[in-house]
DNA sequence: AATTACTTGTGCAAACAATCACATAGCTGG
DNA sequence: CCAGCTATGTGATTGTTTGCACAAGTAATT
């Protein structure tokens, strides 16, 4: 499969398409067209087909997509068919809340270790289960584990360090909640979730719009 | 000044530069070049160049950027200069961890009103000081308290709903957290963090990689 | 004053992404 | 079994974004 070739836009879409397909099984819709389900993810029919179209024919003419076997197939192109064991790493009020999220388990995400730093805070239990571990027992552990995707919720400051430690334990790909820029070495991935520049893209508009 | 040739990238761009450089200042760093501003924020030092040249020439040539400077035209360019305030409808985890949450303070960013529908949290008190209003007094604190932006942080089932009553009640820009895909009316903005979406990607690449 | 070293600002080309528009294929009804 | 209808899959086109490469401007040094 010629990987370098998808935009990364398409593997964006497809996760939407993914979520609105789920949506549609549960109101038993057994067929949809590209039109519809293009409307419900805000984007253009034919950039539908075309995403599609990268992995191969998935509809049927005059028809549209079986709703369950679409599913499937993006489910699979994704790698959704199967559990993701992640680490979270610092545990303030963000972190919690992430550990508490019922919908990353619903989609086949799960946390199976938690750090942090604070003496007051290892060695407790979180509601979800899982016991605190000291940062520094964080190689040991994601090894054991199987860990596959490292979570940063840490301040700032100490983002890059909390990087570095997961890519040293193994680990190749990083959710990053923390408001910078991680630098990683070649064949890794980070993705970013940054409220603040998201913040600042409606208040750049928001000044635009009143000029 | 031409509003729609800037591309929305450059936008969320400058929002990079501008973290960057506050934290530069905090390192009593005077002066920049765009190759070490660009490294810092993971892009091409050209694009640093010419994401600031739709707005200006800001630097000197044979020089760089005087750091301070720059930031505050950056920050005049995103509308930096002035307090954002914003509503938060969804006081679960994730409503608590985002009011929790020191930087949007420090960024201009402020949470002035805060709604949800249970009973038995209308009337609370947070730790930061907001009082939850029950969302059916939505449209009144939203006038009284002159909010800019509002901020969606409730359950999927709920968000449309909740945005319809946002735009309602005469608010321009929505930042969503819900998993789903807001449908909003033309010259409405909505920004959406998206934990699964990026989750999906990493999931993506992991399994392309291994391929 | 001329030379050197440096870094910005930008025209241009290349890469990438989105959209249009239609030929193609499947289904339905007569 | 054919005609008409519908919605996919895709070649062609248009538009957008990025990055190179260099002219232009600044400072420091001789």
New binding site residues.
């Given amino acids: 499969m010629k990987f370098s070739k998808?935009?990364?836009?398409?593997i964006t879409?497809l996760s939407l398409y993914s979520r609105a397909l789920e949506e549609l099984l549960l109101e038993h819709v057994n067929i949809?067209?590209?039109?519809k389900?293009a409307q419900k993810c805000g984007?253009?029919?034919?950039?539908v087909?075309?995403d599609?179209?990268y992995f191969?024919?998935?509809?049927?003419?005059?028809?549209?997509?079986f709703v369950k076997e679409l599913l499937f197939e993006i489910k699979k192109i994704l790698g959704l068919n199967r559990r993701w064991r992640m680490a979270l790493v610092g545990i303030g009020n963000l972190g919690l809340a992430l550990v508490a999220h019922e919908n990353f388990v619903k989609q086949g995400y799960e946390f199976v270790a938690v750090f942090d730093v604070d003496p007051k805070k290892v060695g407790r239990r979180l509601p979800s289960g899982q016991i605190i571990h000291h940062i520094d027992e964080l190689p040991t552990v994601v090894k054991e584990k199987n860990i596959d995707i490292g979570v940063i919720a840490t301040p700032a400051s100490q983002a890059q360090a909390t990087a570095r430690l997961l890519v040293e334990a193994g680990i190749k790909a990083i959710l990053n909640f923390a408001p910078l820029q991680i630098q990683m070495p070649e064949g890794y991935i980070v993705e970013n979730v940054d409220f603040t520049v998201k913040l600042d893209n409606l208040a750049y508009h928001l000044t635009m719009e009143a000029v």
């Fill in positions: 998808i935009p990364s836009a398409t879409r949809i067209a590209s039109d389900l984007v253009n029919p034919a950039q087909r075309k599609l179209a191969g024919e998935f509809g049927v003419r005059g028809v549209g997509y």
